[in-house]
């Protein structure tokens, strides 16, 4: 008697979870107005530098300039020429102090979280309780026993009394310690069996596996930085930063209101420079940089 196959049980392919399309246009029409409303300093800002001064006193002040002038610019330029100090020198005070800040900030919080992260110590989970209390301090809370320490160092007046205490934010330690917990264990272990230091693990298996947050900190990490004014430390002209300078044009009053958005636009090309750069850099790294155990 002849066994009879006993048929196998078909399953049926999951279906695509589809989106209805009124669904769509709702999360279309959802996006275009949440733009719209993250766009709109951005635009105002570089409609206000094309306002002739005239049209600062109209109310409701328009969004767009009905006659736009280039003439901001040039009043811009003419009163950066009759400064003590040249504009070139604003921007490589901003620059120099910037740029130092951004890249020993990556440095010094990678090095912070490695430990904290992929080590075991005595006090380990203190520290990290210390991290996470540290990032409720807004600076204005800080600024008093900031500047207390800064005059005892003697540091006032000073462009390291800018730039170090760029350094001391617990952020970028947080961010990294996170991401680094999920490294596995056992890329770092090999690294050791082949004869790698601790130093040299950081360096070689450590860093470049943790680009997406080095970008993200450094976007942060120079916005921040950049738009610092200095003005409570730094009393010489000749290391005042730009937007230092910047402010002392734009505080002439309504007169000026054209022209303090002209220098706004001017500060915010580097940190929108740096953030194209480095979001391209982010999402490259996060595609193609994943590990698995």
Same mark, same amino acid.
């Given at each position: 008697?002849?066994?009879?196959?006993?048929?196998?049980?078909?399953?049926?392919?999951?279906?695509?979870?589809?989106?209805?399309?009124?669904?769509?246009?709702?999360l279309a029409?959802?996006?275009?107005?949440?733009?719209?409303?993250?766009?709109?300093?951005?635009?105002?800002?570089?409609?206000?530098?094309?306002?002739?001064?005239?049209?600062?006193?109209?109310?409701?002040?328009?969004?767009?300039?009905?006659?736009?002038?280039?003439?901001? @610019? /040039?009043?811009?330029?003419?009163? %950066?020429?009759?400064?003590? #100090?040249?504009?070139?020198?604003? +921007?490589? &005070?901003?620059? =120099?102090?910037?740029?130092?800040?951004?890249?020993?900030?990556?440095?010094?919080?990678?090095?912070?979280?490695?430990?904290l992260?992929?080590?075991?110590?005595?006090?380990?989970?203190?520290?990290?309780?210390?991290?996470?209390l540290?990032?409720m @301090? /807004?600076?204005?809370?800080?600024? %008093?026993?900031?500047?207390? #320490?800064l005059?005892?160092?003697? +540091?006032? &007046?000073?462009? =390291?009394?800018?730039?170090?205490?760029?350094?001391?934010?617990?952020?970028?330690?947080?961010?990294?310690?996170?991401?680094?917990?999920?490294?596995p264990?056992?890329?770092?272990?090999?690294?050791?069996?082949?004869?790698?230091?601790?130093?040299?693990?950081?360096?070689?298996?450590?860093?470049?596996?943790?680009?997406?947050?080095?970008?993200?900190?450094?976007?942060?990490?120079?916005?921040?930085?950049?738009?610092?004014?200095?003005?409570?430390?730094?009393?010489?002209?000749?290391w005042?930063?730009?937007?230092a300078?910047?402010s002392?044009?734009?505080?002439?009053?309504?007169?000026?209101?054209?022209v303090?958005?002209?220098?706004?636009?001017?500060?915010?090309?580097?940190p929108?420079?740096?953030?194209?750069?480095?979001?391209?850099n982010?999402?490259?790294?996060?595609?193609?940089?994943?590990?698995?155990?």
């Amino acid at each position: 008697m002849a066994l009879k196959r006993k048929k196998q049980p078909v399953f049926a392919s999951p279906k695509k979870q589809q989106r209805s399309i009124g669904g769509t246009i709702m999360l279309a029409l959802l996006l275009i107005l949440m733009g719209t409303f993250m766009a709109f300093p951005l635009v105002y800002a570089i409609s206000s530098a094309f306002k002739p001064p005239e049209e600062f006193f109209l109310f409701p002040p328009p969004i767009f300039p009905n006659n736009p002038t280039g003439e901001n @610019f /040039t009043q811009l330029g003419m009163v %950066i020429s009759n400064m003590w #100090i040249s504009f070139e020198r604003y +921007l490589f &005070n901003s620059l =120099l102090i910037s740029v130092s800040s951004t890249l020993l900030y990556l440095v010094i919080a990678t090095l912070a979280a490695y430990p904290l992260a992929k080590h075991t110590f005595p006090g380990k989970n203190g520290m990290n309780e210390m991290i996470t209390l540290a990032l409720m @301090f /807004t600076p204005a809370i800080t600024a %008093i026993p900031q500047y207390i #320490i800064l005059a005892y160092l003697g +540091l006032v &007046n000073n462009p =390291l009394g800018v730039l170090l205490p760029t350094l001391a934010s617990t952020m970028g330690v947080f961010l990294c310690v996170q991401y680094m917990e999920i490294l596995p264990n056992a890329v770092l272990e090999s690294g050791r069996m082949d004869g790698a230091g601790e130093f040299r693990i950081w360096r070689s298996i450590v860093v470049p596996n943790i680009k997406p947050v080095l970008f993200t900190m450094m976007i942060f990490q120079f916005q921040a930085v950049w738009n610092t004014n200095g003005a409570g430390i730094i009393y010489n002209e000749a290391w005042k930063t730009l937007p230092a300078a910047m402010s002392q044009v734009a505080t002439a009053g309504i007169a000026r209101a054209g022209v303090g958005s002209a220098a706004a636009i001017i500060l915010m090309i580097p940190p929108i420079a740096v953030f194209i750069i480095s979001q391209s850099n982010v999402m490259e790294t996060m595609a193609h940089s994943g590990i698995k155990d």
